[in-house]
């Protein structure tokens, strides 16, 4: 079955420069990427990707995470495409908690448990077919993305937007 899920190099892969070993690490999968951006992480974003996470005692540390405020204030964020593509990412960015991935997958190898508790661990990937649609509907618009992974319309909008000068 083809899938598509969202995949984000989270501040301290971008901090330990990181970048290339995970995109290598990933193109075993031989899935496509469709989509790809480097996101200044807002309160509101990190709130909203990590809403599930709320009631966790390390919410507000895990919200500084995501919006990089230990590193590098950037995510890297991809959409990769393809067969089986959720559990082919997962399966290469191996299990939550750092210490007990595996040692070859992303997160055990590059992984750490920080002294406030968090787990530091370079990736996020999508668990199944509708966190996918939620999140990349969430870090991505229709026109960001290479194909038309979900339906969506036209809407006229009156916006002020910056443009080249
Ligand atoms: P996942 O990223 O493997 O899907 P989730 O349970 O969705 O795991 O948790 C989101 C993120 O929250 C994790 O990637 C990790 O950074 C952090 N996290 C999850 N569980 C814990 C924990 O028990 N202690 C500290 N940090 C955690
Ligand atoms: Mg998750």
Same mark, same amino acid.
């Given at each position: 079955?083809?899938?598509?899920?969202?995949?984000?190099?989270?501040?301290?892969?971008?901090?330990?420069?990181?970048?290339?070993?995970? %995109?290598?690490?990933?193109? &075993?999968?031989?899935?496509?990427? #469709?989509? @790809?951006?480097?996101?200044?992480?807002?309160? =509101?974003? !990190?709130?909203?990707?990590?809403?599930?996470?709320?009631?966790?005692?390390?919410?507000?540390?895990?919200?500084?995470?995501?919006?990089?405020?230990?590193?590098?204030?950037?995510?890297?964020? %991809?959409?990769?495409?393809? &067969?089986?593509?959720?559990?082919? #990412?997962? @399966?290469?960015?191996?299990?939550?908690?750092? =210490?007990? !991935?595996?040692?070859?997958?992303?997160?055990?190898?590059?992984?750490?448990?920080?002294?406030?508790?968090?787990?530091?661990?370079?990736?996020?990937?999508?668990?199944?077919?509708?966190?996918?649609?939620?999140?990349?509907?969430?870090?991505?618009?229709?026109?960001?993305?290479?194909?038309?992974?979900?339906?969506?319309?036209?809407?006229?909008?009156?916006?002020?937007?910056?443009?080249?000068?």
């Amino acid at each position: 079955m083809t899938q598509q899920t969202l995949v984000l190099i989270k501040p301290d892969g971008l901090k330990k420069s990181l970048t290339g070993n995970v %995109l290598t690490r990933l193109s &075993e999968t031989k899935l496509d990427i #469709v989509a @790809a951006k480097i996101v200044k992480v807002s309160r =509101e974003l !990190a709130e909203r990707h990590y809403a599930h996470m709320k009631d966790k005692p390390f919410y507000e540390e895990l919200l500084k995470y995501i919006m990089g405020e230990y590193h590098k204030r950037k995510v890297m964020a %991809l959409i990769y495409w393809g &067969e089986d593509a959720i559990s082919k #990412v997962r @399966a290469i960015c191996g299990s939550t908690n750092p =210490e007990e !991935a595996d040692p070859v997958s992303i997160r055990g190898a590059y992984g750490r448990i920080t002294t406030k508790g968090v787990y530091e661990n370079v990736i996020h990937a999508s668990t199944n077919e509708e966190e996918a649609e939620r999140e990349i509907k969430l870090w991505f618009q229709p026109d960001e993305i290479i194909s038309n992974l979900y339906p969506a319309k036209i809407v006229k909008e009156k916006i002020e937007k910056r443009a080249w000068a």
